[in-house]
Every structure is written in structure tokens, then in C-alpha cells.
């Protein structure tokens, strides 16, 4: 299994932004899809945005338009550019990755925190 490290957390104000990175162990934009998904406290982990194949991209409707998912292939990383941040943005936020076809596949990342705060 692929083994995932997320990384750019931290503390900002609202309106601000952030780019967190996930560092993949291994290739994964021709065989993978990746996703981002954030849990914050007392809720249930959500889907927060997806790529596939390197170039398909989906996003959640509460990150629709100011959250932007993208990979380099080179250097086995996905990343999410988060801008306005908003308050209900604060969570831990983890990357996912899926092999296409190979069900049970699924691999996580530790988390890496994002508060949103004034």
C-alpha cells in the first residue's frame, strides 16, 4: 500500500490561505485516486475534494470555488490550495489514496490540522 504524509498545516485568519501537501511513497497519478477529506471535532469525516488520474478533478459544494486539488507527478504529490478560508474550515484535514480496480486498497495519512481563527 501506498504510505501518505500530509503536511502545511496551521493556524490563519479568516480569509486567508493555505496549501497543504500529501507526499505519496510511491506513483500514483496513472493508477490512483486521490482525495482529500477533513474531520472536524464532534462531526464525521467529509469528502473534500478529489483528482483522478492526474487531471480529473471534484470538489465538495462547501469548497466549490475556493479550493483548488492538483498533483505533480514528479514529485508523487497532491495538493490542496485553499483560499477565503472560512471558521467551519477548521479540521483535521487527510489525504486518501485508492489504487483504480483494487478494491481494499485505501490508504490515509496521519492529518495534519487546520484552524481557522481570528
Known amino acids: 500500500q501506498v504510505h501518505l504524509v500530509e503536511s502545511g498545516g496551521g493556524l490563519v485568519q479568516p480569509g486567508g490561505s493555505l496549501r497543504l501537501s500529501c507526499a505519496a511513497s510511491?506513483?500514483?497519478?496513472?493508477?490512483?485516486?486521490m482525495d482529500w477529506y477533513r474531520q472536524a471535532p464532534g462531526k464525521q469525516r467529509e469528502f473534500v475534494a478529489r483528482?483522478?488520474?492526474?487531471?480529473?478533478?471534484y470538489y465538495s459544494d462547501s469548497v466549490k470555488g475556493r479550493f483548488t486539488i492538483s498533483g505533480d507527478n514528479a514529485k508523487n504529490t497532491v495538493y490542496l490550495q485553499m483560499n477565503s478560508l472560512k471558521p467551519e474550515d477548521t479540521a483535521v484535514y487527510y489525504c486518501?489514496?485508492?489504487?483504480?480496480?483494487?478494491?481494499?486498497?485505501?490508504?490515509w495519512g496521519q492529518g495534519t490540522q487546520v484552524t481557522v481563527s481570528s
Open positions: 486518501h489514496s485508492l489504487r483504480i480496480g483494487v478494491p481494499g486498497s485505501g490508504s
Open positions: 510511491g506513483s500514483i497519478f496513472s493508477n490512483y485516486i
Open positions: 483528482i483522478t488520474l492526474g487531471t480529473d478533478t
